[in-house]
T-cell receptor
Framework: AQSVTQPDIHITVSEGASLELRCNYSYGATPYLFWYVQSPGQGLQLLLK??????LVQGIKGFEAEFKRSQSSFNLRKPSVHWSDAAEYFC????????????FGGGTRVLVKP | DGGITQSPKYLFRKEGQNVTLSCEQN?????MYWYRQDPGQGLRLIYYSQIVNDFQKGDIAEGYSVSREKKESFPLTVTSAQKNPTAFYLCASSIRASGIAYEQYFGPGTRLTVT
């Protein structure tokens, strides 16, 4: 069965510093990859997605992510964090062979220090 | 504005009572989904529907039921058989569920507390 791991439960970063959130998935087939962001008590908003092509994808709010097939990873990055980036971030994976159902990681909560 | 609405935002029920959570979308999406979110566990799929009058169980369907009588509506009933119903429930929709993995759009969620 497919699974998604976000190894960091919490990350604290200073405003203006760079941010990298890790995501690893397990399964053999070609994945469809997503990053979502959730503010407290709210729904999820799509930041970016990867289906095929260029392995470095750009998203909203200045985020980008890189797909590395050899490492089964899809890490999210932002060069300079703003206080409004404090939220919980979820990586999600779907596989065509598994009916395209999304499997979510456990999430990483990002705290931003002034 | 197109989007997904869930009501109510907060819901309180006594143990042993069934409760129905509402989800409506005006995005003209074929597929709709229900997820349960617990702290530290990400989102887990309860049920999904690819088309009107059809739905499939997700990973944690026990104790829940759904219906899809209209394209825009996908209500979720949490029955008294659900052993631990207190959670945050999220509804989502996508253009379709088959073919390319279309991104899912999420509603604002309903927090259910059962005492």
């Amino acid at each position: 069965a497919q699974s998604v791991t976000q190894p960091d439960i919490h990350i604290t970063v200073s405003e203006g510093a760079s941010l990298e959130l890790r995501c690893n998935y397990s399964y053999g087939a070609t994945p469809y990859l997503f990053w979502y962001v959730q503010s407290p008590g709210q729904g999820l908003q799509l930041l970016l997605k990867y289906f095929s092509g260029d392995t470095l994808v750009q998203g909203i709010k200045g985020f980008e992510a890189e797909f590395k097939r050899s490492q089964s990873s899809f890490n999210l990055r932002k060069p300079s964090v703003h206080w409004s980036d404090a939220a919980e971030y979820f990586c999600a994976v779907a596989f065509k062979a598994a009916g395209n159902k999304l499997t979510f990681g456990g999430g990483t909560r990002v705290l931003v220090k002034p | 504005d197109g989007g997904i609405t869930q009501s109510p935002k907060y819901l309180f029920r006594k143990e042993g009572q069934n409760v129905t959570l509402s989800c409506e979308q005006n995005l003209n999406h074929d597929a709709m989904y229900w997820y349960r979110q617990d702290p530290g566990q990400g989102l887990r799929l309860i049920y999904y529907s690819q088309i009107v009058n059809d739905f499939q169980k997700g990973d944690i369907a026990e104790g829940y039921s759904v219906s899809r009588e209209k394209k825009e509506s996908f209500p979720l009933t949490v029955t008294s058989a659900q052993k631990n119903p207190t959670a945050f429930y999220l509804c989502a929709s996508s253009i379709r569920a088959s073919g390319i993995a279309y991104e899912q759009y999420f509603g604002p969620g309903t927090r259910l507390t059962v005492t």
